[in-house]
């Protein structure tokens, strides 16, 4: 059961739906899993001035540094992340279909762009997908042979 399954299920009026996802939830043990965590929760003493059990700060302190943390990620750009996916699939999408079907219309001078374009995106790929490896991998290669390279 996914949390959208349970979301769905507390925010509808109809009984059995409701039912149903209870019912999963304690079948799948989800409803233990959830009430175990709650002996991890770190309870904020009532008064500002007193300290947090297990940590230096007071409660005061403990919430400002809570308020501080982004709840924004700038880096989650999911909507640009879909569409740059979308065209990048449309494009391949047509590039096969040129390629497929191409011949059979009289276009099969396009078929060495298609396949150039479909190289470009799949080298493209492997880059993005590797760039952490290939990063620490020439960081490597560049330390083992520092003594043989020209100062910058």
Do not use: H
Not at 72 to 78: K, L, M
Not at 124 to 131: E, K, M, P, S, T
């Amino acid at each position: 059961m996914g949390n959208n399954d349970a979301q769905a299920a507390g925010s509808t009026q109809n009984a059995k739906a409701m039912a149903s996802v209870l019912s999963m939830a304690l079948k799948n043990g989800a409803l233990s899993y959830y009430g175990s965590q709650q002996a991890n929760i770190t309870p904020l003493p009532s008064s500002a001035t007193a300290f947090v059990s297990q940590t230096t700060m007071t409660r005061a302190e403990r919430l400002d540094k809570i308020s501080n943390v982004p709840t924004d990620d700038p880096t989650d750009d999911r909507a640009q992340e879909v569409t740059s996916a979308l065209a990048t699939i449309s494009v391949v999408g047509g590039c096969l279909i040129l390629q497929g079907v191409g011949n059979g219309l009289g276009l099969e001078e396009l078929t060495p762009y298609t396949s150039l374009v479909l190289y470009g995106i799949a080298g493209l790929g492997i880059v993005d997908n590797f760039y952490d490896a290939i990063q620490t991998f020439t960081g490597f290669v560049v330390k083992m042979n520092s003594d043989r390279l020209p100062d910058a």
